[in-house]
């Protein structure tokens, strides 16, 4: 019974940070096409305190993601390919974090469109993980 809770727990804390990392890099769109300087001090805010709120959501989904797998030993090959997107999609939250202080220190250096392209990425790592995880493919 206690891996049912330790799975229903992972999987709040995994939609809950994915909500943040689909929409982050949308403010991100938002922030390169502006330019008076309200608008710009609000996306900057709302960016902020997105990313605070969405941090301890990831250590959550990862610590719960961990339990299971060291706890109930979960395995297969699957795992180890999600575990190579769930690094992968570390590394999206921490770029994601760059970005935010790039923005902060006015050098953003991409466009609108690399952005709305750069949001895409937590789309196709869903699909992938979901399937990985549900399908156990290999």
């Known amino acids: 019974?206690?891996?049912?809770?330790?799975?229903?727990?992972?999987?709040?804390?995994?939609?809950?940070?994915?909500?943040?990392?689909?929409y982050l890099p949308r403010l991100f769109v938002n922030h390169a096409m502006v330019e008076d300087a309200a608008?710009?001090?609000?996306?900057?805010?709302?960016?902020q305190k997105l990313f605070r709120f969405m941090t301890p959501l990831a250590v959550l989904a990862l610590f719960?993601?961990?339990?299971?797998?060291?706890?109930y030993g979960i395995s297969g090959s699957w795992l180890n390919a999600k575990l190579a997107l769930v690094a992968l999609?570390?590394?999206?939250?921490?770029?994601?974090?760059?970005?935010?202080?790039?923005f902060r220190q006015e050098r953003n250096q991409h466009s609108?469109?690399?952005y709305r392209w750069f949001?895409?990425?937590p789309v196709l790592v869903?699909?992938?993980v979901v399937i990985?995880?549900?399908?156990?493919?290999?």
């Open 1 to 22: 019974m206690t891996i049912l809770w330790i799975k229903a727990f992972h999987i709040i804390f995994v939609t809950s940070w994915f909500a943040g990392l689909f």
């Open 112 to 114: 609108h469109v690399w």
């Open 89 to 102: 999609l570390l590394a999206y939250h921490l770029y994601c974090g760059r970005l935010l202080e790039d």
């Open 126 to 128: 869903l699909f992938a």
């Open 132 to 138: 990985l995880v549900v399908v156990k493919p290999f």
């Open 39 to 47: 608008t710009l001090q609000r996306l900057m805010l709302m960016e």
């Open 119 to 121: 949001n895409e990425l």
């Open 64 to 71: 719960f993601g961990l339990w299971l797998w060291l706890g």
